[in-house]
């Protein structure tokens, strides 16, 4: 037999009960060793029976859902705020899986586990549990195609849930589960970039949920979508009283709901729309979301969250609670920035805008947090897990979700290195002034800043002059899209692009790597910039480079004569200097040239990416001042 690890986890393989396994008694039970968490932590009743009293529960509901296994979490109960938290893991096949969680001080037996680094017990069987007035009896799991209650709402981040896919064309490409984005998606595109199109009808179908004892509803949905031609014509939303759970949409009679979608500019950018249920009231209905497709044309389209409650479409933006606590202050300027309240309210917008608040808290690490849906998915106190971002209140005493604002902070930023709890528990309740735009993030309402220096004040300090570069004579900050520059493709390989918008860090991205390194050449152009009077000039932007050497790969380029097509016009390289050195964590670098010698003339300016079957590296591009 052979011994190894998974996980670092011990286990044998490759054996059978012939002849490899010797029973030398029967109906010995194992006596279970009584030991703690910080005991099992150590290391030394990894793969033993143990017994634990004096633990809890941190969460209610069941230990697994119909679609996974379960990760819950225990403590000690003598001390539950300390850091000697772990997982009970349960398979959604164990027969008390859906049974109700214990509330409050016990006991149990189970087997010491490890996955990688996070201790873990197994339970064996529930009668190896004993809590005190624990009625294990299992709330009756959601069926998929009853009739549902509101507010009826379904995550996809694990699985469909209650809702079914149907495909009408083309049964080889369907909605399907991608857990590796907790979202459903469907796409008539196969085989990256080029790839080929495919001719499709397909339906995303909730059950029915039934609009009785509520005067208004609404349907809201959490979505991203990429290179259709036209969105609002390839992806629709319907509705129907008549439709049966399970049978072929076109049977039935569906109504289009007005959804006005918007095409997202990266794969991070989800979007989210409202839309009015009104004419439905008192009546049993089933949305649905219809994709189509051709064989010259096919776009994606990743769903996340949809929800159908009680409410006036507008009143709540995003899905789940949509709270607007306190007044709204501010404009949302460096001089007069939003306050909490006003942020929250600006989610929908995507407003790139300052906001200050008190450090109050971040989300907690692990999977199970990574959509925050109450206050406990949030770290109020130290110790704290999660260095990616930190929630911010008005009030620096707040512990409720629904007042706070998520600040994400993007590796290797300023403003994560300066500000977060991981490493800097201090810093709760300090204040923070932060610039970014604002958008949903972990499913609730947030900033997404870029992070540089320039990008908040922590803790007092002047201020802030804004990263837009403002008054010079030219400027482009990449914060929208490509703005007034223009892309010319000279080699791309046989893929759609070369250069692209990247919202999620408000830059231009060259890359010419997609399932293997390609040889490309491909100019991100200014338009003209007049020099023709002033005196001296000088470029200014910040940019990353990842992967490889920039040298040889990169240029920065300058043509008093280019008049739209990069091949023709005569250019000059500006010389700024040495060049980033490649780091995964795309750390931002300021760079500089001098463009005095082309002072009296119309100039264009191009960023001129270059890569090879052996060198391909990539290059963010920001924040364009020429001054």
Known sequence: MLFEKYHNLPQLSGFGPDGHVIILANNRPIEP???????????????????????????????????????????DATSPNNDDNFVVRTSNYANFAYDNL????????????????????IIRSKNEMEFENWDPTPTPPVVPGEVQSLPYSQLFSTGFGTYMSYSVVDDNHVWSYESSYNVVQMTGHVGGNPGEDFANEDWLISSPVALTDVTDAKMTMKYLGRYFNNINNDVTVWVSSNYTYGEDPTAAQWTQ?????????????????????????GQTITVAVKYLSTDTKGGTIEVSAITVEEGTAGDNPGPGPGPTPGEGEGTGTADDPYNVAAGITQQTTQETAWVRGYIVGAVKSG??????????????????????NVLIADDASCNDIASCLIVKMPAGSALRTKVNL????????????????????????GVDSPGTESDFVFEGGDTPTPPDPGTGIFSETFTNGQGQFTIQDVEIAGL????????????????????????????????????????????????????????????????????????????????????PTPNSSWVFEGAFADMSSLVGHNVTIAFKYTSTMDVCPAWEVKNVVVE
């Open 257 to 281: 709901l007005p959804a006005n979608l918007v095409e997202s500019s990266s794969w991070s950018d989800f979007k989210d729309v409202e839309l009015a249920l009104t004419d439905y009231i």
């Open 422 to 445: 991981v490493d800097h528990p201090d810093n709760l309740g300090k204040e923070l002034l932060v610039y970014g735009t604002l958008k949903y993030g972990f499913g609730q309402p």
């Open 33 to 75: 060793t009584l030991t703690t968490i910080a005991g099992v932590k150590s290391g030394q009743y990894l793969c033993s029976l143990v017994r634990l009293e004096d633990v809890q529960f941190t969460q209610t509901g069941h230990f697994a859902e119909s679609s996974e296994s379960g990760n819950r979490y225990l403590v």
């Open 496 to 579: 759609n692009y070369v250069w692209t918008h990247m919202s999620s860090y408000k830059c231009m991205k060259a890359n010419g790597y997609y399932q293997g390194a390609h040889a490309t050449e491909s100019w991100l152009v200014s338009p003209q910039i007049d020099l023709s009077n002033v005196t001296s000039a000088t470029l200014k932007f910040d940019h990353a480079v990842a992967f490889a050497s920039a040298e040889g790969s990169f240029f920065v380029m300058a043509s008093t004569d280019y008049a739209g097509d990069v091949t023709t016009a005569t250019w000059t390289e500006l010389n700024i200097g040495t060049w």
């Open 367 to 388: 999977e199970d947090h990574n959509t925050v849906t109450s206050n406990d998915d949030i770290d109020w106190a130290a110790p704290f897990g999660r260095a990616t």
């Open 102 to 121: 214990p509330e409050g001080p016990g006991s149990l037996v189970a087997i010491a586990t490890i996955y990688n680094s996070t201790w873990q017990l």
